[in-house]
């Protein structure tokens, strides 16, 4: 059997089991790109994910610590969504993805690898985007370094001006 290290997993396995929030923790620190967030508005916020599923994965989370789409305000709902729209814009003009999957895993049983703070993911698709490693080897191949990501989609997500 072949094996391959993927030493930064741990990382996730222990945050994961840790009682910090990150998107409680995130949205404090100073430094939005070594946080990763690309957008910040007012209930809402736009941060790469540093596990991604493919190239270019984000999430959009309320500030609020809330465990259900469900308990969502009215305006954090309208401003979430909206969040969400303008990333699918901006992903598509920048990556030109071809498709994507947006959703919610709430709750552990439906795959929420944070359950306790609800988030959307918006995951960016192309035609053939699904390869071997995948399937057999359970191994993802990204193209660049997050940082680089980062810098494509920042002055991007600058631009937004949600209004509710």
Known sequence: MERIWAPWRMDYIEENDSEEC?????????????????FRGE????????????????????????SSFSKLKRDE??????????????LREVFQAEGFNVG????????????????VHIVPRWKGDTNFMPTLADVRIFPEHLDKTYQKLYPEFKKIKLSL
């Open 43 to 66: 209930l809402s916020f736009v941060i790469m994910n540093i596990y991604p599923y493919t190239y270019g994965h984000i999430m959009v989370s309320p500030y609020r610590h809330i």
């Open 22 to 38: 990150i998107f409680c923790e995130k949205p404090k620190m100073k430094n939005d790109k070594k946080s990763y967030i690309l």
């Open 104 to 119: 919610i895993n709430e709750g552990r049983i439906a795959g929420a690898g944070i359950d306790r703070h609800m988030h």
């Open 77 to 90: 709902l309208l401003e979430l969504v909206l969040a969400v729209q303008e990333s699918i814009e901006i």
